[in-house]
């Protein structure tokens, strides 16, 4: 049973496409978000990004915002931005038809706003709206750089829909509070759809209860 946690138990996704129309644009701007102190839709998935169309990407391809793709296929991957419904979001659609490698990622840039102010008394969670199709094998890893020093907290992502997990940063050796920068990893491995249908993506930061 997936324990309750970021998004007040799973009502993230469902209760932020009411609020897609308003922020649409503005990738930068926090979320409303129950029980989150910040949360936000980064650009490719807020309208900030412009889309449309379909396009081979070579592996590292800026998205735009912060976000990054990398994979390790010949086959190459295209991007379709098939474009945003009435009420948002803005999906993004990975194609790796006769996909010949072992692993698709998407690196989202946390902006500086989520890390000031960053306790251990936090949780940083992502939570992705994948569509009917639903998830192929899948995991984030939350990387945290501090000057030469990095560290990174892995977790699957379970085969569910929405997916998500989140990171306790209670137990990581650095203190959060001389962060300089960090990113999450969302991270797809083989044997891959023909498409993947990354509809939302929205990432946000609670405390931790106090008991």
Known sequence: M????????????????????????????PLRL??????????????AVP???????????DLGDGVR??????????????????EGPWPLHLCAQGFDGGF????????????????????LGIEVDLGDAG??????????????????LLRGLPRTDPTG????????????ELIESGWIDLIFEAPLPARIEIIDVVIARRPRAAF
Not at 165 to 176: A, M, N, S, V
């Open 2 to 29: 997936r324990r309750v946690g970021f998004l007040g138990a799973r009502l993230g996704l469902t209760r932020l496409r009411r609020f897609a129309p308003r922020e649409a644009g503005r990738a930068a701007t």
């Open 34 to 47: 129950p029980g989150a102190d910040w949360a936000w839709r980064p650009g490719p998935w807020a309208g």
């Open 51 to 61: 889309g449309g169309g379909s396009r081979p990407v070579e592996s590292g391809a």
């Open 69 to 86: 793709l990398f994979h390790d296929a010949a086959s190459g991957v295209t991007i379709k931005r098939p474009g945003a419904g009435p």
């Open 104 to 123: 698709v990622s998407l690196a989202i840039a946390l902006p500086g706003p989520v890390l000031a102010g960053l306790r251990r008394r936090h949780l």
């Open 135 to 152: 998830p192929p094998r899948g995991f984030a890893r939350l990387n945290l750089r501090q000057g030469p020093n990095s560290e990174a």
């Open 165 to 176: 997990t989140e990171f306790d940063l209670w137990t990581i050796k650095t203190d959060p």
